[in-house]
């Protein structure tokens, strides 16, 4: 059995009145500015070392009006941002006061790969970047046993 809706209930074609309905914040910012909220968020939250390091090193670059970009070094650095991504957009969000600002985090492809050297490999690398190696190995006398 079906019962007419009370007076208190709104009805379904009213909107209803929370945060979907609300005025969505659509400021214009500049880089500077989301830099400065990027930058209040990381001294704010010194207990969250993990995220605000990665958010020291991965500095937003911009690729259009509202949307930006990270890059970092790890998959679990990226990890960490993204479980707190939504707190920081939040952050980010009410500090520019525009609701439509979008974080997009990568992987850098760049990553250095550690390997050993051997003393002959580390000469050769060092001669390689400074042309003034070989003169002092030649001066000194100096060479591999």
């Known amino acids: 059995m079906r019962f007419p809706a009370s007076p208190a209930t709104p009805a379904a074609s009213e909107p209803a009145n929370d945060e979907t309905t609300a005025v969505k914040r659509s400021e214009p910012f500049t880089e500077q500015q989301l830099l400065a909220a990027w930058k209040h968020y990381i001294d704010t939250h010194p207990q969250e070392k993990l995220v605000t390091g990665t958010m020291v090193m991965a500095k937003p670059k911009k690729v259009s009006d509202t949307l930006y970009e990270i890059e970092v070094a790890s998959p679990g650095q990226k990890e960490f941002f993204e479980n707190s ?61």
């Open 85 to 145: 991504k939504q707190d920081i957009l939040e952050s980010l969000r009410t500090a520019v006061q525009n609701d439509a600002l979008t974080i997009e985090v990568s992987v850098s492809e760049n990553l250095t790969t550690h390997r050993i050297m051997t003393p002959r490999e580390v000469v050769e690398e060092i001669k390689q970047h400074n042309a003034r190696f070989t003169e002092f190995l030649k001066t000194f006398q100096l060479g591999l046993a």
